[in-house]
């Protein structure tokens, strides 16, 4: 018997008398250690099957003296005496009993990992965090619960909404399934796949020559790494420029092809009439002002725009313009503070900057910027929250030497 360790067990039925069986869970959980606190029931809709009757879910704060995978294997043996039956993943259950956090070491074992991947990403787990144990640290992030928010149930209109509570709103940008997955298991609002991919991933000058098969091809990926996420995706240069139909028939691909949330252009008035068709057929569309990389051609080289008192007008009467025309949202890139915040005033849509200072209702970086995966880009809007290169350069090479050394592989790590 060791030490005795807090935990905060979850319970979540929708089949049969789903108040007995949570009285049911409660009462054996009661014979494994001693219940702290209960949260309040809540109702809560299925998430990733939607075509099943909705759930009720309930948290024990409890502390006993099994550890982890002996808890498990006895909430195991509880769900199997209340009646739980095997059926598709994700699907109905008579009980499902998770443990979401321990006071003890992370656990990472094959059927169990505490805390669990995508705990932040569920809007009543962290409910039931906050109300349980919201002083406690999150075990893999260190963040505390209390401030931890979610981006499970984002939909265009939250864009709104949290311009208006004052609450900024974090994007990052994503191009593939690994990096996705760990997206997924944050508190980032949005997603973009933007299509610098052109840069970061195909090597490019620019984004030129990024098309919408690419496009596709990568928001595919992203959107089954991070499935319950907002997702933008990039149109392409010449995807939607030329005319409403190509925009509407390019962007109509995207999101069937992709299951993205709502797309991005890049342009002001030039483009007022493919953003009125396209929110007129239901598809959100996200605007980008300032620095467009599309137009990097014309502009003849990475330049803060809207310096001039000419160009900052243009500018804002072009954000005017999109929030007029339904855009749900508007990233700012390179451009001076003081227009930024001018645009974010004027615009019901909030106005997401990179590179526009602090006075915006949101902040978009590209991820391998701000991990810190290339050494040699630093431009002054980024910051770099991790060092990457480095990380990865180690492991590279410590990699090469232990196979030159024959420390790899080990006898631990050898079939016999
Ligand atoms: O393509 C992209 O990543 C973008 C961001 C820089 C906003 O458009």
């Given at each position: 018997m060791q030490q005795p360790t807090e935990y905060i067990i979850v319970l979540g039925t929708n089949v049969g008398d789903r108040q007995a069986n949570l009285d049911q869970a409660i009462a054996g959980i009661a014979a494994l250690g001693e219940i702290?606190?209960?949260?309040?029931?809540?109702?809560?809709?299925?998430?990733?099957?939607?075509?099943?009757?909705?759930?009720?879910?309930?948290?024990?704060?409890?502390?006993?003296?099994?550890?982890?995978?002996?808890?498990l294997d006895a909430l195991l043996a509880l769900e199997a005496r209340i009646g739980r039956?095997?059926?598709?993943?994700?699907?109905?259950?008579?009980?499902?009993?998770?443990?979401?956090?321990?006071?003890?070491?992370?656990?990472?074992?094959?059927?169990?990992?505490?805390?669990?991947?995508?705990?932040r990403a569920r809007e009543w787990i962290r409910q039931i965090m906050n109300e349980l144990k919201s002083?406690?640290?999150d075990s893999e992030t260190g963040v505390v619960w209390s401030r931890i928010r979610g981006n499970a149930l984002m939909n265009i209109h939250d864009f709104a909404k949290k311009k208006l509570a004052g609450e900024k709103i974090s994007v990052v940008t994503c191009y593939d399934h690994a990096f996705a997955r760990l997206v997924a298991r944050t508190s980032i609002d949005a997603i973009l796949v933007g299509d610098s991919l052109g840069n970061v991933i195909q090597g490019g000058a620019n984004t030129l020559g990024v098309t919408v098969d690419d496009m596709i091809?990568?928001?595919?990926?992203?959107?089954?790494?991070?499935?319950?996420?907002?997702?933008?995706?990039?149109?392409?240069?010449?995807?939607?420029?030329?005319?409403?139909?190509?925009?509407?028939?390019?962007?109509?691909?995207?999101?069937?092809?992709?299951?993205?949330?709502?797309?991005?252009l890049e342009g002001g008035s030039a483009i007022l009439p493919q953003v009125r068709a396209l929110v007129a057929a239901g598809i959100p569309v996200m605007g980008h002002l300032g620095f467009t990389p599309q137009s990097?051609?014309?502009?003849?080289?990475?330049?803060?725009?809207?310096?001039?008192?000419?160009?900052?007008?243009?500018?804002?009467?072009?954000?005017?313009?999109?929030?007029?025309?339904?855009?749900?949202?508007?990233?700012?890139?390179?451009?001076?503070?003081?227009?930024?915040?001018?645009?974010s005033k004027a615009c019901t849509m909030p106005a997401i900057g990179i590179g526009a200072?602090?006075?915006?209702?949101?902040?978009?970086?590209?991820?391998?910027?701000?991990?810190?995966?290339?050494?040699?880009f630093a431009p002054r809007f980024v910051r770099k929250y991790a060092n990457l290169s480095q990380d990865i350069l180690k492991a590279l090479e410590g990699y090469a030497a232990d196979v030159r050394d024959t420390k790899f592989p080990s006898d631990k790590e050898t079939f016999h």
């Open positions: 702290l606190q209960k949260s309040q029931v809540l109702e809560t809709l299925p998430i990733l099957i939607r075509a099943q009757g909705r759930f009720l879910n309930q948290g024990l704060r409890v502390v006993s003296r099994l550890n982890p995978p002996e808890l039956q095997k059926r598709i993943k994700n699907g109905p259950r008579e009980i499902d009993i998770d443990i979401v956090w321990s006071s003890a070491e992370p656990v990472n074992l094959p059927n169990l990992r505490i805390p669990h991947p995508y705990n002083d406690a640290a091809y990568h928001a595919r990926a992203v959107r089954r790494g991070a499935p319950q996420a907002f997702i933008v995706v990039d149109m392409p240069f010449m995807s939607y420029q030329m005319s409403v139909e190509k925009a509407l028939e390019n962007a109509g691909r995207i999101i069937k092809e992709t299951g993205a949330d709502a797309v991005k990097l051609l014309a502009f003849g080289g990475y330049k803060v725009q809207g310096k001039t008192d000419a160009a900052a007008e243009t500018l804002l009467s072009d954000a005017e313009a999109l929030n007029s025309a339904g855009a749900f949202a508007v990233v700012l890139e390179m451009v001076p503070a003081p227009l930024a915040e001018k645009v200072g602090a006075a915006v209702d949101g902040q978009v970086l590209v991820i391998t910027d701000l991990l810190g995966m290339d050494p040699d």
